[in-house]
C-alpha cells in the first residue's frame, strides 16, 4: 500500500474508524516507511494536545453573524462585478464605435447609398451595377494599413469582449430571471 493511502488510513485509526485489516496493513506499512512513522508520531502528539484542549461553545449568534458577513462579502463582490461589466461594455463599444468610424469613409458610403437608391428607381438592370463593384468605403480600408488594420483589431476584439461580457453577465445573474 503506498503512502498516500495510509494517510487516509492513519485519520481513520486517530478518529477510531479503522477495521482490523486496516490496522494491520497500516502497521506494517509505518514499521517499514520511516516518513509515514514520523508522520504518524506527530499526528498522535497533535491529537493528544488538543483531547486536552477543552471544547468552548461558540457565542450566540456566532454562526449567523459569519453567515451574513459571507453573504455580505459575496453581494459586495458581485455588485462591483455587476459594475465594472457594463463600464468594460460600454468602453469595449466606444473602442469598436471609434475604430469603425475611422475605418469607414462616410462621404462614399453616402454616395455608395445615394447610387443605390437612384438605381431602385429604375428597373433592376441599372440596379445590378452598383451592386456589382465594390464600394469606395470599403476599397479606402487599404490606404492606411497599419492604422486601419490596428484599429478594425481592436474593433474586433472590443465586439469579442462585449460578447463575451454580455454571455458572463446573463450566467451571473440568471438564477434572478426566473
Given at each position: ?7 487516509r ?20 506499512h ?44 459575496v ?52 440596379l ?51
Amino acid at each position: 500500500m503506498d503512502c498516500t493511502a495510509n494517510r487516509r488510513l492513519m485519520d481513520e485509526k486517530l478518529d477510531g474508524n479503522i477495521t482490523a485489516d486496516d490496522a494491520r496493513a497500516l502497521e506494517a506499512h509505518l514499521s517499514a516507511c520511516s516518513s509515514c512513522r514520523r508522520e504518524w508520531e506527530v499526528l498522535v502528539a497533535v491529537d493528544r494536545v488538543l483531547a486536552d484542549v477543552p471544547l468552548e461553545r461558540a457565542p450566540a449568534g456566532f454562526e449567523q453573524s459569519v453567515v451574513a458577513e459571507i453573504v455580505r462579502c459575496v453581494e459586495a463582490r458581485r455588485r462591483s462585478e455587476s459594475i465594472g461589466i457594463p463600464v468594460a461594455c460600454g468602453v469595449a463599444a466606444v473602442a469598436a464605435g471609434y475604430g469603425v468610424h475611422r475605418v469607414v469613409n462616410w462621404e462614399a458610403a453616402r454616395s455608395f447609398v445615394r447610387g443605390i437608391g437612384e438605381a431602385a428607381n429604375g428597373v433592376l438592370a441599372p440596379l445590378a451595377e452598383p451592386l456589382a463593384r465594390t464600394p469606395d468605403f470599403v476599397t479606402t480600408w487599404s490606404q492606411e494599413p497599419g492604422a486601419v488594420g490596428a484599429l478594425l483589431a481592436l474593433a474586433v476584439a472590443a465586439v469579442f469582449f462585449l460578447g463575451l461580457s454580455a454571455l458572463r453577465f446573463v450566467r451571473q445573474n440568471a438564477f434572478e430571471w426566473h
